[in-house]
């Protein structure tokens, strides 16, 4: 299966234009944002877990990168709240849950190999640090030579140039903003490709953003199951 698979082009997508698409679990539904692969994939994906839903034990062999967006997320090691960020690094282990529902943003596959951080942040407990940007505060989340994540915060009608990257993907997590005439909203997502140069417009309340910078330098391949 290829989803929004090719890398060199400017991709959006708007939660109110994408289904949810049942996942092998009852009671886990799936929107997805792009994807290589069938259920062994390497993907972008926003997961909605009704409450007592579950996944089966399961390794992820290519690593799991995810923020909870909406209640608490759950496993074997642990409740994870709203606002949580975490990294899975390939080899782990855990059996996913939601007692009382979940919805989170998770990424497979798109780890480097070798890579065996284990990561759990509190992004809605960490106070924001100023940028370069006026208007412009951001949350770091994770950063390594190939690609840095963080939470970016934008003042009402600041004005961001989105350039000098390796491809970056934006989510809107609250608020909005406006990019090349499209207008994002919350559970909204944006990937600019590698070179791309834009300019973004804050909405006039301003906006939330989970940003990914630096990993799209390279065309992603799907992995092997």
């Given at each position: 299966?290829?989803?929004?698979?090719?890398?060199?082009?400017?991709?959006?997508?708007?939660?109110?234009?994408?289904?949810?698409?049942?996942?092998?679990?009852p009671?886990v539904?799936?929107?997805?944002?792009?994807?290589?692969?069938?259920?062994?994939?390497?993907?972008?994906?926003?997961?909605?877990?009704?409450?007592?839903?579950?996944?089966?034990?399961?390794?992820?062999?290519?690593?799991?990168?995810?923020?909870?967006?909406?209640?608490v997320?759950?496993?074997?090691?642990?409740?994870?709240?709203?606002?949580?960020?975490?990294?899975?690094?390939?080899?782990?282990?855990?059996?996913?849950?939601?007692?009382?529902?979940?919805?989170?943003?998770?990424?497979?596959?798109?780890?480097?190999?070798?890579d065996?951080?284990?990561?759990?942040?509190?992004?809605?407990?960490?106070?924001?640090?100023?940028?370069?940007?006026?208007?412009?505060?951001?949350?770091?989340?994770?950063?390594?030579?190939?690609?840095?994540?963080?939470?970016?915060?934008w003042?009402?009608d600041?004005?961001?140039?989105?350039?000098?990257?390796?491809?970056?993907?934006?989510?809107?997590?609250?608020?909005?903003?406006?990019?090349?005439?499209?207008?994002?909203?919350?559970?909204?997502?944006?990937?600019l490709?590698?070179?791309?140069?834009?300019?973004?417009?804050?909405?006039?309340?301003?906006?939330?953003l989970w940003?990914?910078?630096?990993?799209?330098?390279?065309?992603?391949?799907?992995?092997?199951?």
């Open positions: 299966m290829n989803v929004n698979a090719d890398f060199f082009l400017r991709v959006a997508v708007h939660a109110a234009d994408a289904p949810w698409v049942p996942s092998p679990m009671g539904d799936r929107r997805m944002l792009d994807r290589i692969g069938g259920e062994v994939a390497r993907a972008t994906t926003v997961v909605r877990y009704a409450p007592h839903s579950r996944f089966s034990a399961h390794v992820h062999t290519g690593g799991e990168e995810y923020l909870v967006l909406d209640g997320f759950q496993d074997e090691h642990g409740d994870f709240p709203i606002g949580t960020y975490v990294r899975n690094p390939p080899g782990s282990r855990h059996t996913p849950r939601a007692d009382n529902g979940a919805t989170i943003l998770v990424k497979l596959w798109q780890f480097d190999p070798s065996r951080t284990q990561v759990v942040i509190p992004s809605t407990d960490r106070q924001p640090t100023a940028t370069d940007c006026d208007g412009v505060e951001q949350i770091a989340l994770y950063e390594d030579s190939h690609e840095r994540v963080r939470i970016e915060l003042q009402p600041t004005k961001v140039q989105l350039a000098g990257h390796q491809g970056m993907e934006v989510f809107v997590v609250a608020g909005g903003f406006t990019e090349a005439g499209e207008e994002f909203g919350p559970n909204d997502w944006l990937r490709p590698a070179g791309h140069v834009s300019n973004a417009l804050a909405g006039k309340d301003g906006a939330r940003i990914k910078s630096g990993h799209l330098a390279q065309t992603p391949k799907a992995p092997r199951p």
